[in-house]
């Protein structure tokens, strides 16, 4: 009888008990949630980054494939806003793409090569992100030897 008093004597939870546990267990829910929804957000920015990235690429390798040297023109590879890029099934409306050339002449003032970027912007909320990859084109793939 003497052991079974040491240890507790009563019977059952006290409401205060009960009330103290859910509150306990209520925050630890809480702060779980709150990192799930960090989480989720994250996942869509690295959707986007990976979506931009191929788009980038893409349109550089159109740019680096399909012309010739003096061709390389940001005229040439228009601006495509929100909503102008086509991909089959994908959705791009939310994904602009622009081309910048910048040309790099000799002593001679010719055209010797052309630094081409490819940014591409969307938007995230009211925050304009975007990323862009830069080439360097030579003019040696007009050279016919």
């Avoid at 890029?85 to 081309?99: A, D, H, L, P, Q």
């Avoid at 938007?123 to 360097?136: F, K, L, P, W, Y």
């Amino acid at each position: 009888m003497q052991i079974r008093k040491i240890i507790g004597g009563t019977k059952g939870v006290t409401l205060v008990e009960i009330i103290v546990g859910m509150t306990v267990f209520a925050i630890g829910v809480l702060s779980l949630t709150h990192v799930m929804f960090l989480a989720m957000r994250a996942n869509v920015r690295s959707k986007h980054v990976v979506v931009a990235t191929n788009l980038a690429q893409q349109r550089m390798e159109q740019i680096i494939s399909s012309t010739r040297y003096d061709n390389i023109t940001a005229a040439a590879f228009p601006t495509e806003n929100y909503g102008t890029i086509e991909g089959g099934s994908t959705n791009y409306t939310k994904f602009k793409r622009i081309v910048a050339v910048a040309d790099s002449t000799n002593a001679l003032g010719a055209s010797v090569m052309k630094e081409v970027t490819v940014r591409v912007e969307w938007q995230d909320g009211a925050i304009v992100r975007n990323m862009q990859i830069r080439s360097s084109i030579s003019r040696f793939k007009d050279i016919n030897l």
